[in-house]
Structures are given as structure tokens and as C-alpha cells.
């Protein structure tokens, strides 16, 4: 006697790479250490563009100009005239992962960036110093990091 109601026969065909695929995601998805150059590169980046512009980069405004005394002295004892940019140790800090001041402390989850120069703080809060903040993240550099995260996790592309 024949079976009554319904029978389904599923039929699956690339179920093992399948399975590798979504492995390869959630394995991704917990270690994402590989892309954090890359996202490093491109907030150096950006701060490389705030500096050119002193301050006036993805929509923030300039930084307020260094007083006409201090021009003159930075001028008169062969310094840089440019705001924040004395010596160049701040800047370097900030727009080269190569260098030795660079805070580039990746983990399986996120990455720590900064700067270990100590006088960099004083700078973004204003302390004792005009207000010239230096980390400026914006919407459109997230959203650039989280497409950087998408394809690694996605496609495993770094």
C-alpha cells in the first residue's frame, strides 16, 4: 500500500562547499586583524588631510590660526610656521603607521589608533592651548570601514 499526503525528495548539490563557505565567514567574522591595516591606512589618511587643511577636512572647519607672536618666534628659531606643526612629530604621529609614535593596536574584534604623543591631548581638548581637535572621524569614513569589514567577512578580501 502507497504512502498517502505528500513526499518531498530534496536533492542538494554543492552542500560541502556550501558549508565551507559559511565557515569561512563565521571564522572571518571572528577575527577581523587581517583588514585592520588597511583601515589604519586610511585614518592616517585622513589625518594627513586634516593637516594639509589645517582641520578643514570632511565638513569641520580650520583650525583657529596660531597667534602673530608665536608665528614670529616659530619663524624666527627656524620652525614651521604651520599650526600644529612645530617639528613635525605630531603630524608624523598621526599620518604614518611607520612611525614610532603611532598607536596601532589591532584585536580580533577592533584596533586602537592614536598617537603616544603626550602633548596631542592637550591640542584635541584644549587645554592650556586653542581647541584644534585632531581625531575627526565622520559617517562617510565609517561607512568606508565597515565596507573594508563587509568584504574581508563576505568575500575574505583584505
Same mark, same amino acid.
Given at each position: 500500500?502507497?504512502?498517502?499526503? %505528500? ?11 556550501? %558549508?565551507?563557505?559559511?565557515?569561512? %565567514? ?133
Amino acid at each position: 500500500m502507497a504512502a498517502r499526503g %505528500l513526499q518531498v525528495q530534496l536533492v542538494t548539490t554543492g552542500i560541502k562547499s556550501t %558549508l565551507k563557505r559559511l565557515r569561512g %565567514l563565521s571564522d572571518r567574522a571572528k577575527d577581523l586583524r587581517p583588514i585592520w591595516p588597511k583601515v589604519a591606512d586610511d585614518w592616517a589618511r585622513m589625518n594627513k588631510l586634516t593637516f594639509q587643511r589645517d582641520g578643514a577636512s570632511s565638513g569641520w572647519t580650520v583650525w583657529e590660526p596660531i597667534s602673530p607672536e608665536w608665528a614670529a618666534w616659530k619663524s624666527a628659531n627656524g620652525f614651521d610656521s604651520a599650526i600644529l606643526r612645530q617639528t613635525g612629530t605630531l603630524k608624523n604621529s598621526l599620518i604614518k603607521r611607520s612611525d614610532g609614535n603611532f598607536i596601532f593596536q589591532p584585536t580580533k574584534q577592533g584596533v586602537r589608533l592614536g598617537t603616544t604623543v603626550k602633548y596631542a591631548s592637550f591640542h584635541e581638548k584644549g587645554r592650556g592651548v586653542p581647541q584644534r581637535e585632531l581625531f575627526r572621524n565622520d559617517s562617510k569614513a565609517e561607512k568606508r570601514w565597515a565596507k573594508i569589514i563587509e568584504r574581508y567577512v563576505v568575500d575574505g578580501v583584505t
